[in-house]
């Protein structure tokens, strides 16, 4: 007979039952859930992350700020409108940051062959890869998003109506939509391209810039590619101005604004087809 | 058949050259693979760097794609459905972790096996039996990234069984391990094998894994197999010689033996100790009877010849054969 086992022996996880089937959104617990415990170890260390998260989001704005305060109006749009747009792409990019940020590291995983001990596994390597490294401190850019977007939004916007509103709540996730998507995208090409971070990033980091200055501003070859290839415009400047009545450069029609969910869809939809070839050039070709 | 591949190949394209004069370069790694392995049995995969070991574990496990031929595991074309049969396996790669780094060993086998959708009446007791098994659990609660490489590689076998597959794939399990932890690695899968039928697919630089652990040989050379078999059936093909060492009473006059064809009497310096060496088809028992024939037997010994010499004569075959 064994002796009985002394040290750490897993406990039941996360409230799962011996006996309940584990489905995919409690294997999804058990996964970030893992990654959360690992983390809140070391709590002093997470605030700081934390702090300079929120701190980075508030120093970037600094250099909308300065140009706003020299000139009344940029793109279109005055302070406190191009602070709303800047507010809501951070909120539509942290909540994708959050969730899939870990993506854009799947090179990583190629060059030092850890690709190798996830496919082996019997669960999408998608999921394992968005969820292997769950970094809480992310959650800064969130809640920057969570706090500043309803005020701004309140102190911006004065002639509300139930399509304002309705637009307003979708922009933020229509965002991360489309971020997330391009995330995926950035994590086929970074498998197939194993030294394709930069390349990856200035797409991903330079849409995030992007989306958060108001768009008329930009350069119109930059705003259209940002728009309608890359659409992180669609994420907030296009939906703000909507709902803060702000101008939109000649022959741009405000339902570009509303266009944020469809846009998430598309980059999706061709972000996974890219994540299938992805994996299929990684078996082709062996690594 | 758990393992089933029949012509099985795989080349690398390598791109060769400066950056204006690039050449496209095809390389097979693994070339024409006749393979089976039946449930339950221990298989040993032996060949030198570069043979194509790891490209037949790629392929066997669905990471690799073969360029030709058709390989078949638990049933199943692995590519297609990779994730399927990573349900039916377990793969230890001895040098790649499948562990969490930063957790506590204990935390990663709830994780694998919320992947693997087993609930806890089915995953728990397999898991404590494996703790028990593999005296695990003094280091449970240490940090992956804090054990020592002998405890970790238990706690990387604990995760490739935590599920209970069919077949344990084990590319190069002991490398980096003291004597005591390979011997304590090779003693528990001796008994999974036994008391689970769990088929054991192992490959290694080490000779003694697979004298201990496997009662087939594969040795790949180049892409290819240069000998299937056992290991007396190695030392047959291989024409390795024998060594009997016996001890007579004898006078000071050194004995000579008249000993059957095939068998060849050694000098020695003392007239009591004979030596005499032999290969197949020449048995020990018959050269024994011979010797007793002619002298009073006192004690015997016998020699067999080790099997990095039986191993090290198939690479100087296949070498020669593929220069001629």
């Given at each position: ?287 | ?91 230890v790669f001895g040098q790649r ?56 590689m238990?706690?990387e ?13 084990l590319d190069e399990p002991t490398i980096g ?26 490959t290694t ?120």
């Open positions: 007979m064994a002796e009985p086992v002394v040290g750490s022996r897993p406990r039941t996880v996360l409230g799962l039952g011996d006996d309940r089937p584990v489905t995919w959104l409690a294997m999804i617990r058990v996964l970030v859930g893992s990654r959360l415990r690992s983390q809140l170890a070391y709590r002093t260390s997470l605030a700081l992350d934390l702090f300079s998260q929120a701190f980075l989001v508030a120093s970037e704005f600094i250099e909308i700020w300065v140009l706003l305060v020299h000139a009344p109006v940029l793109g279109g749009m005055t302070l406190s409108q191009a602070a709303l747009v800047y507010v809501c792409s951070q909120f539509g990019f942290g909540l994708a940051d959050l969730l899939f940020g870990e993506l854009e590291n799947a090179g990583d995983f190629v060059k030092q062959g850890r690709l190798e001990t996830l496919l082996v596994r019997p669960t999408s390597l998608l999921t394992q890869l968005v969820t292997t490294d769950f970094q809480l401190r992310r959650l800064g850019r969130v809640l920057v998003g969570v706090i500043a977007y309803p005020w701004l939004l309140v102190a911006t916007v004065d002639d509300w109506t139930a399509a304002k509103v309705g637009l307003a709540v979708i922009a933020p996730l229509g965002g991360a939509g489309i971020f997330t998507g391009l995330q995926v995208w950035a994590g086929a090409f970074t498998m197939v391209v194993v030294d394709g971070k930069q390349a990856s990033n200035a797409v991903m980091y330079g849409g995030k810039f992007a989306s958060g200055v108001p768009g008329g501003a930009l350069f119109t070859p930059v705003r259209v590619f940002f728009t309608f290839v890359a659409p992180t415009l669609l994420s907030a400047w296009l939906p703000m101005a909507v709902v803060s009545g702000a101008g939109l450069p000649h022959g741009w029609p405000a339902w570009l604004g509303w266009l944020s969910p469809v846009a998430a869809l598309v980059v999706w939809a061709t972000g996974l087809v890219a994540w299938g070839r992805a994996i299929r050039h990684y078996t082709g070709a062996g690594g | 058949m758990i393992i089933e591949a029949k012509e099985l190949g795989r080349d690398y394209v390598l791109h060769e050259g400066s950056l204006w004069r690039r050449r496209r370069v095809v390389k097979p790694a693994l070339d024409g693979l006749d393979l089976t392995v039946e449930a339950g049995a221990a298989v040993g995969y032996l060949g030198a760097n570069g043979a194509g070991k790891s490209t037949t574990i790629k392929m066997l496990t669905g990471i690799l794609t073969p360029t030709r031929g058709q390989v078949r595991t638990c049933g199943l074309d692995p590519v297609p459905r990779r994730r399927e049969l990573a349900r039916q396996i377990g793969v972790s499948q562990l969490w780094w930063d957790l506590p060993l204990g935390e990663s086998y709830p994780i694998l096996s919320a992947m693997h959708r087993l609930p806890g009446r089915i995953w728990k007791p397999r898991f404590d039996t494996l703790v028990d098994e593999l005296d695990l659990s003094g280091f449970l609660g240490t940090p992956v990234r804090q054990l020592s490489l002998g405890q970790r238990r706690g076998v604990a995760a490739a069984l935590v599920h209970s597959p069919d077949l344990l794939i391990l003291d004597m005591l932890s390979k011997e304590r690695l090779r003693h528990f899968l001796v008994r999974e094998r036994t008391e689970r039928g769990t088929t054991l697919f192992l630089h080490d000779l003694s894994d697979v004298q201990r652990l496997c009662e087939r040989m594969v040795i790949i050379d180049r892409g290819r197999v240069a000998f299937d078999g056992t290991e007396a059936e190695l030392a047959a093909v291989t024409g390795a010689r024998r060594r009997l060492v016996v001890d007579v009473v004898a006078d000071d006059e050194p004995v000579l033996l008249d000993l059957p064809a095939g068998a060849e009497q050694l000098p020695t310096d003392d007239a009591s100790r004979l030596q005499v060496e032999f290969a197949s088809p020449l048995t020990a028992a018959g050269v024994l009877a011979a010797v007793q024939a002619q002298c009073s037997v006192v004690d015997i010994a016998l020699t067999e010849p080790t099997i990095e010499e039986l191993v090290g004569t198939i690479y100087r075959r296949a070498s020669i054969s593929s220069r001629t």
